[in-house]
């Protein structure tokens, strides 16, 4: 199965960077599946550890990144360029060397929002932008 | 419509030994999906605290028929870009909403599936133009029951049908609101967003306790 994936990093890029198709793979070290499970929307702080000396720069733009804030997988693959499935692979090399963590209780939503969230999210859209109506009577 | 088997990999590890992160904010996700050109990068950007990113993904898929036809047997991977915005609330509690625009083709429905998960609901975007683009949308979300909603985006020069003609073309049930907005502008897509944590809400109170996707 794994032996499909090169190829088809090469193929989902075909009309691309040729460049852009080598650095994905190098990047990459020819994986094609991440360690670990990462959701689209699971979010990464730091861990007290470092990039290894052996990881490429765009690791340590990922952890520069989460230095400044907690960010989604989605966030990190959209500003560096790259591939989600690319970028998995590099966070799960930084969750090995603990430079990079998944903070312990504010996860990717992973259970529908509770009640009490919804609310409080409307509660705070509409503090934001007091003009805004819901349409939801009037339909 | 085929559902995608979950990835084989270890769950993220979690950090351990740790008090509660109770100051951190919680993080809630709304799904925006509408066929190409139809403005959901616009609408991402009205409410986004950072300029919308374009996230690409790689999808691999089973072939479509018509490459069976000529005896290709390897699976298609495809390039999927969606986008992806933000923003931050801290009263009256500190939260955080991620937006996710993603293309309304059914051959993305790995995608569509994967932000689903426990998103508090979708917003479909449509387009008078194009109405029969939202279908395939409208369609996934009913059948694994994510509230959702359909906010036709006013373009200017587009003829503005009246909503029961809208509500026919797509086939949406009663309790689905449809509503029109301007994409461009913060204040209507907040009414948007607003109308869909309505719609979520009033969901909530009467769908079963434990629905999961995989029982759709």
Not at chain 2, 12 to 28: N, V
Not at chain 2, 37 to 50: D, P, Q, W, Y
Not at chain 2, 95 to 120: C, K
Not at chain 2, 190 to 216: E, F, K, N, W, Y
Request: some cysteine; hydrophobic content about 40%.
């Amino acid at each position: 199965m794994n032996s499909r994936h090169p190829q088809a990093f090469l193929a989902a890029d075909a009309a691309g960077d040729e460049s852009s198709v080598v650095r994905n793979y190098t990047l990459t070290a020819g994986r094609t599946r991440p360690r670990y499970t990462l959701s689209l929307d699971s979010v990464l702080e730091t861990g007290p550890g470092r990039p290894g000396p052996a990881l490429p720069e765009e690791c340590v733009r990922i952890v520069s990144l989460c230095q400044q804030r907690r960010r989604s997988v989605t966030e990190l693959a959209g500003t560096l360029g790259r591939p989600v499935s690319v970028v998995r692979i590099l966070i799960s090399d930084l969750l090995d060397a603990h430079a990079l963590r998944v903070p312990a209780t504010t996860t990717a939503p992973s259970a529908d929002p509770t009640r009490q969230l919804l609310e409080a999210l409307s509660a705070g859209l509409k503090a934001r932008w007091p003009d805004a109506v819901s349409y939801a009577q009037a339909g | 419509m085929p559902f995608p088997t979950p990835r084989q990999a270890d769950p993220a590890p979690f950090s351990r030994g740790r008090e509660a992160d109770t100051d951190k904010p919680a993080i809630l996700k709304i799904v925006i999906a509408g066929g190409f050109g139809v403005g959901k990068t616009t609408l991402v950007r009205a409410v986004s605290e950072i300029e919308p990113l374009t996230t690409e993904e790689y999808l691999t898929q089973a072939s479509a028929p018509t490459d069976k036809l000529h005896g290709v047997e390897a699976k298609d991977t495809t390039t999927v870009a969606f986008d992806f915005g933000r923003f931050s609330l801290d009263m009256p509690l500190p939260l955080e909403l991620f937006l996710f625009g993603t293309p309304g083709q059914d051959r993305f429905v790995d995608l569509w599936y994967d932000l689903s998960h426990g998103a508090i609901g979708a917003v479909v975007l449509a387009d008078t133009r194009r109405l029969e683009a939202s279908f395939t949308a409208v369609s996934f979300f009913e059948r694994i029951g994510l509230p959702f909603i359909v906010a036709v985006n006013q373009f200017d020069g587009a003829h503005r049908y009246p909503e029961a003609d809208i509500r026919d073309a797509l086939d949406l049930p009663a309790v689905i609101p449809v509503l029109f907005c301007d994409a461009r502008v913060t204040t209507s897509v907040a009414g948007v967003l607003l109308t869909l944590i309505d719609q979520a809400l009033s969901q909530a109170s009467t769908r079963p306790a434990h629905t999961t996707l995989q029982d759709a």
